[in-house]
């Protein structure tokens, strides 16, 4: 009977070990959940990571960059506008013509500058046309450009026509011309007679004036 209490008691023993060792996984369980923990700092990375909003007041500034070193087209009012050359051969005629900046400010010129010729009652010369051209007898090619005119400075371009008449045609003349800037919308009157016997009238493209007349 000794030997089988003893044995008995050895028997829940080993159980009782056994069932130790079997619960012990939980504690495995607990050690697992540790990474959750290390998800927090990431979110915090994103946070930390999105000073965007600090950039967009740059965006604002670049108008005004652009603004500050671009000048702006330069107005009939801030313009004066005179012959400053004359040239005449086999024929042809070249007047010279000189925009002079009178603002305070740079501004630019680019293109054609508008022309008409007036009769003696300020109305449009008959039987002639107005050609742009980007040459003349004078000159060879001078294409399209912007200027910049600063204070005081001046940008010229050329009206050119043949003067040649002939016995059985009446040329025409101007008493007036108008004067138009590129871009702009009001013009300059001046007393000129132009007579263009062809009936043509070449304008060139404004230019900048390296030497001042």
């Known amino acids: 009977m000794r030997i089988l209490i003893v044995e008995s008691s ?3 023993l080993l159980t009782a070990v056994t069932t130790g060792c079997v619960g012990s996984p939980s504690i495995t369980k607990q050690t697992q959940a540790l ?3 290390t998800e927090q700092p990431t979110k915090e990375a994103v946070l930390t990571s999105t000073p965007t909003p600090a950039a967009k007041p740059i965006e604002h500034s670049t108008p005004e960059a652009t603004t500050a070193t671009n000048p702006t087209r330069c107005e009939t ?34 293109g054609y500058p508008g022309l008409a010729l007036l009769d003696g009652k300020d109305q449009p010369l008959e039987g002639v046309k107005i050609i742009r051209s980007k040459d003349t007898y004078f000159s060879s090619q001078q ?4 200027v910049t005119l600063a204070p005081g400075k001046q940008a010229s371009f050329q009206i050119a026509y043949n003067h040649i008449s002939s016995p059985e045609k009446q040329c025409p003349m101007s008493s007036k011309i108008q004067i138009t800037p590129p871009n702009a919308y009001q013009h300059f009157t001046l007393t000129e007679e132009i007579k263009p016997c062809t009936g043509k009238v070449r ?6 004036v390296t030497t001042q007349p």
């Open 35 to 37: 990474p959750r923990i």
């Open 203 to 208: 304008v060139t493209p404004v230019r900048a």
């Open 143 to 146: 294409p399209r450009q912007q």
């Open 77 to 110: 009012s801030q313009l004066s506008v005179r012959r400053v050359f004359e040239d005449a051969g086999v024929g042809n005629v070249a007047l010279t013509y000189a925009f002079t900046n009178n603002g305070s400010s740079p501004c630019t010129l680019n």
């Open 10 to 12: 050895m028997l829940l």
